[in-house]
């Protein structure tokens, strides 16, 4: 899988092994487009908020600190759907509290530029998002 943002490509692999469930259910989803924004409680991390999407997938390896790269999806529970990408130090959090999402993907190039990408959308803003699988165009 290839994660784009703002026209960068970052190569994603699945968790297939601890997340299975998670996984083929946003297979069905792709490819997935949208804008990330800064996470406002979490620290060091963009995300997708996704309101009342329904997911209907239960935890699976479901962490609240993520490392650098990692995607994480919250099925929705005491704060709204969202996808979370880590760029450095978190812990998932909403107004709500402490979160625990799936971690489903995993970024495993350019985490630099992932980095450098992520303040830009804490000062800048938004930016665009797609989920694709390598072949798409």
């Known amino acids: 899988m290839i994660i784009q943002i703002e026209g960068h490509d970052f190569n994603t692999t699945f968790e ?6 998670t996984c083929e259910l946003f297979r069905t989803m ?18 997708i908020p996704l309101g009342d999407k329904e997911f209907s997938v239960g935890y699976e390896d479901a962490t609240s600190y993520p490392a650098p790269g990692q995607v994480l999806l919250y099925p929705k529970g005491k704060s709204e759907t969202e996808i979370l990408i880590a760029y450095g130090c978190v812990q998932f959090a909403s107004k709500a509290g402490t979160l625990a999402g799936n971690h489903f993907a995993t970024i495993t190039s350019d985490l630099e530029k992932l980095r450098k990408i992520g303040v830009s959308t804490l000062w800048e803003g938004r930016k665009s998002i797609v989920f694709k699988f390598r072949d798409d165009a």
């Open 16 to 21: 297939e092994t601890r997340s299975p469930q």
């Open 30 to 47: 792709m490819p997935f487009e949208g804008e990330i924004i800064h996470v406002r409680w979490s620290g060091e991390a963009v995300w």
